[in-house]
Antibody
């Protein structure tokens, strides 16, 4: 069974760093891109970027380029999304999803709350 | 970036009604158009890929279509059921960033 399991909810202060994870199982992790999607409270879905775990090729939305870093560890079948300095406006649910032409499996989401 | 515009933003319909949501791309995206359903508190779920390919397990009352221009698409629910209450999103994967529409919230009257 294909599964994407994300790390748990986080509460952080502005300026802090954070790395959340997404572990894939039930399929060959290196053969499928992993994407990240943001959903701010009460809002729609925003495509942040995708990574090819096989060669770490990464593509970012211009809206998120330079604001976050997407990475992957093939040996752990895990993708990551990280921030070096969080802002209150980063408060959102972040989803990972498998695929490139279409996201056929999604993680359960990681709620990130940034508040002083 | 390619802009995806859905309409309406919300709708209220009765059980058994035929419901259509449209999605327009700001430029041709060929057939790289997917539809997702998201219920409150849940992750999005892929319903339809490549304009009209129904995913396994998705009820046949959901249909995806395109006008052939590569810019105009539709999701139709042939007979609305209570469990179809959700927000629906289109997404283009023709080019990055792979933008989503703003969503259409479907409610039961």
């Amino acid at each position: 069974e294909v599964q994407l399991v994300q790390s748990g909810a986080e509460v952080k202060k502005p300026g802090e760093s954070l790395k959340i994870s997404c572990k894939g199982s039930g399929y060959n992790f290196i053969n499928y891109w992993i994407g990240w999607v943001r959903q701010m409270p009460g809002k729609g879905l925003e495509w942040m970027g995708i990574i090819n775990p096989g060669d770490s090729e990464t593509r970012y939305s211009p809206s998120f380029q330079g604001q976050v870093t997407i990475s992957a560890d093939m040996s752990l079948s895990t993708a990551y999304l990280q921030w070096s300095s969080l802002k209150a406006s980063d408060t959102a649910i972040y989803y990972c999803a498998k695929g490139n032409v279409y996201f056929d499996y999604w993680g359960q989401g990681t709620l990130v709350t940034v508040s002083s | 970036d390619i802009q995806m515009t859905q309409s309406p933003s919300s709708l209220s319909a009765s059980v058994g009604d035929r419901v259509t949501i449209t999605c327009r791309a700001s430029q041709s995206i060929s057939a790289y158009l997917n539809w997702f359903q998201q219920k409150p508190g849940e992750a999005p779920k892929l319903l339809i890929s490549a304009v009209s390919t129904l995913q396994s397990g998705v009820p046949s009352r959901f249909t995806g279509s395109g006008s052939g221009t590569g810019t105009d698409f539709a999701l139709t629910i042939s007979s609305l059921r209570p469990e179809d209450c959700a927000t629906y999103y289109c997404q283009q994967t023709f080019s990055t960033p792979q933008t989503f529409g703003q969503g259409t919230k479907v409610e039961i009257k």
